[in-house]
């Protein structure tokens, strides 16, 4: 049911052959394009464009979904096509943002998208009115059919197309309520679906060139060090060897296929300069962060209400925590790679990228050329997590090769331990709180102190308002329950480990701190955690909606059998709020089964119900996977872990029952990627305390000898 | 501080030349943190001119918003023969120059 | 009322009459108008660490007419002011190219002033495509 503008040949010998992206013969060109969305064809077909990346998460079909439907057009003759990068740059920028990131695709771009969707139809039924010199105000569509209601007259989309395309833009446009929605709202089947079961997909590492060539490449194992030299004899007569590229901060070894390249690699003497990184493990590091927690100074307040020190000072009760996370790495399944030729004056790339965008502008910044003169093709990723959005690294790595190898295609592709080992990895994380509770065991004070490194920061390079990074502070800063004395503090402490974003970013880690410290106040006050939370929660706040929906879904006031616990949590995260309830039993040996859980979503609109049903439970496995198994720990500057035997994900059979339970109250549009995972670690260690009186205060689980049944 | 201009070595009279300098120089934004949490202080080059024969023909005044190692190009018109001489200072008081012949026919 | 959204109000009349927080130390409420003044830089920029910058002005730079000064100003840095050029008949042409940070997408503006007194802006939007992953919702 779908096809994509990427010029697919089978080759001789039966591989599919990607062939070169020619703006000539861009299907761009061939159908009228009512306007940059909407393309429709003679006989029907309509175009949807897609700016953004396809990584699984849906959002390809969702945000066609919203064009479809203001456009009124047959769902089953829509066709999803990337919008080319030398096309935007060409038409300055008329696609908008590209990227992928921060669950911002459908809320970021919902209302453009429906818009260019209203205006695209409006512009339709204009060409078919003018054809039957009728008023426009006579004409209806639907289905692709256009009709005059008085004479009864119909027409379809495809046969006006080419008018249409004529005419201007109308300058305003009336969308839908959403509770007229046929086509958003609905649970469509993926439009990628048949294309991944028949393995159709192309993803950036399946990028096939004629007389293309494959590069293996080594990073300093400490981060930070610098190449000192190379003994490039010792391999360069091996066979298949074509190159050995020695970079200020990598090595290429270039062959004629990737294995020769990878083994040549690994027999290559390399010397590194280390740097003071060398010195550094997860000791040293975690005493670094812990010594941020008591720093006088070098600290900046994020949040304050009230006067903490008299609410802690009135309290009857006050109870204290350190809380840890650690390290984490994306383990995206397809490693970092990227797939370029830079030919006179011209740069063509392959990769799997969350934001097409930046990877242009990296490819040209690269090669020294115009942007004009750089064409990123598109394709689907094997994963993103967040890696592959805000840094470009395998595509400057990419295009720094093919641009020393002349005019020769070069496939740059990392092996699984180079990805574990240089990743940009989700920042550990050491917070202290301290809270005061009343005689009732309420909460009157909150304290909170983060020490942790800063993504914007020491990533972006972009200068922090007041010093407080967000992301860092993030559930704690905006933390919802009413609460009169609150003081959020941030110590900036950035260790030599390069830290990025990684799904769900600062509430991977905080939400679970904060929720489990929340259970701490309950169980102090001797309150069902449940209640507790429903009774600090201003009651027309979004997280008090959706804590009392999962609640009651998972039938919170009911009994459970004998050995089974629940725990609760509920946070905000990208603009949606979520919350989870854990059921699970526990044995003597510390194996726990997760009986199930049960998730709740309000993120205002949906617009593919299935598709959040699918992350939701997604995230799931992700957050799953993170915190029984998830540290990536430090031994002498480098990472000690390098593969999935020592970077544990879950398997099959570990899989819990998740029920999703989709909450949304409308009027505001919230993201879905990632703020399925927030919720769900607190909710599962607060499960844990109920059945064994354990208080997990740091993850991953298996250091405290709990093992996933 | 180091730096490398630009400059034709010989110009007509009345002819309007390019003239460019890159200065080494951090333009540290006070953004940055040592290891240890500290901030690094901010330093940037504020204060730059362009010195013809003893006469200011451009004065830039920077700030972090100019990138790190300062590249300056501007224009002047060649009168005479003689010296360009360049002179900046940062924020920490270091002073910085550079001089270069220029010949006009 | 935030820095971009005085700028928004600015560029979208052709004489300013509006206070200006951020032309103003400049200008001191003098009108602003468009033209005259053409700021070259890329449409895209991978990181915002060294973005190139071209600013020009259309003058003769006789003494009785020539551009003053250009300031650069940024919608977004911490710093607005990002640099002032002082120019004259000496220079022969009002033109200068640097390389400039950017704290992220933002529009910059450069504002020229003549020795008349007047004062003309050209702008130029930039994308800093890495800082996608923190830039507001809908800027």
Redesign the interface.
């Known amino acids: 049911m779908t096809t994509r503008r990427e010029f697919l040949k089978v080759s001789a010998a039966g591989g599919l052959v990607f062939g070169f992206h020619l703006p000539a013969a861009n299907a761009q060109n061939v159908a009228p394009e009512i306007n940059a969305w909407v393309v429709v064809r003679p006989d029907d077909t309509v175009i949807i464009r897609y700016a953004r990346s396809e990584m699984g998460q849906g959002s390809m079909t969702s945000a066609a979904q919203l064009v479809a439907e203001e456009l009124d057009c047959d769902w089953s003759k829509v066709r999803v096509e990337y919008a080319d990068t030398n096309a935007h ?1 060409r038409r ?2 008329v696609w908008g ?1 590209m ?1 992928a ?2 669950s ?1 695709t459908i ?2 771009s919902q209302d453009y998208l429906r818009k260019a969707g209203a205006g695209a139809r409006e512009m339709l039924l204009i060409a078919a009115a003018q054809g039957w010199n009728a008023p426009v105000a006579e004409c209806t569509a639907s289905d692709g059919v256009i009709t005059h209601g008085p004479s009864g007259r119909k027409t379809s989309f495809g046969k006006v197309a080419g008018e249409a395309a004529k005419l201007a833009p109308p300058k305003e446009v009336t969308l839908k309520d959403p509770k007229d929605w046929k086509i958003a709202g609905k649970p469509i089947k993926r439009v990628d679906i048949p294309d991944i079961v028949a393995g159709r997909i192309r993803y950036g590492i399946d990028a096939q060139l004629p007389g293309m060539v494959y590069a293996a490449i080594a990073q300093c194992p400490v981060f930070g060090g610098r190449l000192k030299s190379v003994d490039a004899a010792k391999i360069e007569g091996r066979r298949g060897v074509i190159k050995v590229l020695p970079m200020e901060d990598y090595v290429a070894v270039v062959a004629d296929n990737w294995w020769r390249a990878k083994e040549a690699l690994k027999e290559l003497p390399i010397e590194w300069s280390f740097g003071a990184g060398e010195s550094a493990s997860s000791e040293s590091i975690l005493q670094f962060l812990r010594s941020g927690l008591d720093d006088a100074s070098n600290v900046v307040v994020a949040r304050r209400n009230g006067e903490l020190e008299q609410g802690l000072a009135g309290a009857a009760k006050v109870l204290e925590a350190e809380y840890f996370t650690p390290y984490l790495a994306h383990a995206t399944l397809e490693p970092m790679g990227c797939t370029a030729v830079v030919k006179d004056g011209r740069v063509d790339v392959w990769t799997s990228t969350q ?1 097409a ?2 990877s ?3 490819a ?2 690269t090669a020294g050329v115009p ?1 004009e003169n750089v064409y990123v093709h598109r394709v689907q990723l094997g994963g993103g997590f ?1 890696r592959r ?4 690294d395998f595509v400057r790595q990419g295009v720094q090769i093919a641009k020393a190898m002349g005019s020769t295609p070069v496939k740059l592709l990392w092996t699984r331990e180079e990805d574990t080992q240089h990743d940009f990895y989700r920042p550990l994380s050491v917070v202290r709180i301290k809270a005061g509770l009343d005689a009732s065991g309420n909460p009157v004070a909150w304290y909170s102190r983060v020490s942790a490194p800063s993504i ?1 920061s020491t990533l ?4 922090l308002k007041e010093g407080v990074d967000p ?1 860092a502070v993030a559930s704690f800063a905006d933390q919802p329950y009413a609460i009169p004395n609150v003081l959020i503090e941030y110590a900036q402490r950035n260790p030599h480990v390069p830290v990025g ?1 990684w799904r769900t970013v600062g509430h991977s880690q905080n939400p679970f701190m904060r929720e489990s410290f929340v259970d701490e106040l309950a169980k102090a006050a001797g309150k069902d955690p449940y209640e507790y939370r429903r009774g600090l929660l201003p009651a027309a706040t979004k997280e008090h909606g959706v804590l009392e929906a999962t609640a009651k879904a998972a039938r919170w006031a009911e009994p459970l059998p004998a050995g089974v616990h629940r725990g609760i949590a509920v946070t905000e995260a990208y ?1 949606s709020y979520v919350a989870a309830v854990a059921e699970l039993a526990v044995s003597d040996k510390n194996v726990v089964d997760i009986k199930r859980l049960v998730l709740g979503i309000d993120s205002g609109h949906v617009v593919n119900p299935d598709n959040v049903v699918a992350q939701m439970q997604g995230s799931a496995v992700f957050m799953l996977s993170a915190m029984f198994w998830g540290e990536i720990t430090i031994k002498d500057g480098r990472v000690e872990q390098s593969n999935f035997h020592d970077y544990r994900m879950m398997r099959l059979r570990e899989m819990p029952k998740v029920e999703v339970v989709l909450a949304p109250s409308g009027g505001f549009w919230g993201g879905i990627g990632e703020p399925g995972q927030a919720a769900i670690a607190p909710a599962i260690c607060n499960a844990l305390f109920a059945a064994t009186g354990k208080r997990v205060r740091s993850l991953p689980l298996k250091n405290h000898g709990f093992e996933i049944a | 501080m180091a730096a490398r201009i630009q400059l034709p070595g010989r110009a007509r009279r009345g002819e ?2 390019r003239v ?1 300098i890159l200065i080494q120089h951090p ?1 540290e ?1 006070g ?1 940055r943190l040592e290891v240890d949490g500290r901030k690094v202080p901010k330093n940037v080059i504020r204060s730059f001119a362009c010195r ?1 024969n003893g ?1 200011e ?12 190692n ?8 060649a ?1 005479d023969s003689g010296e360009l001489e360049f002179s900046w200072v940062d924020d920490a008081g270091q002073p910085g120059s550079a001089r270069e012949a220029i010949e006009v026919i | 009322m935030r820095r971009r959204s005085f700028l928004v109000v600015l560029l979208g009349l052709a004489f300013g009459a509006r206070a200006d927080p951020l032309l103003d130390p400049i200008t001191k409420g003098a009108p602003v108008r468009q033209g005259r003044v053409k700021l070259d830089m ?10 190139s910058m071209s600013v020009s002005v259309e003058s003769p730079m006789t003494e009785a007419d020539h551009v003053r000064a250009i300031h ?1 100003i ?1 919608e977004r ?3 607005a ?24 997408s933002q529009r910059v503006v450069a504002l020229a002033e003549m020795s008349d007194g007047s004062f003309w802006m050209g702008s130029a939007n930039v ?1 800093v ?7 507001e ?2 800027s």
């Open positions: 740059v300055k920028r943002d990227a990131v921060g911002r809320r970021q934001n965008e930046a242009h502008a990296t040209a910044a942007l967040g959005g805000g840094s470009q914007i972006l390079k972009l200068p992301q974003f603009g | 309007v030349i460019g333009m934004t953004y013809y006469v023909v451009f004065r830039a005044e920077m700030s972090p918003g100019i990138a790190a300062p590249f300056l190009q501007f224009h002047t018109v009168l | 890329p449409l895209l920029a991978d990181n915002g660490n060294s973005v650069l940024s840095n911490p710093e002011r990002m640099a002032s050029f002082h120019l004259g008949p000496r220079a022969g042409a009002a033109e200068i190219t640097s390389r400039v940070r950017l704290a992220g994308v495509t890495l800082s996608a992953c923190v830039d919702l809908g």
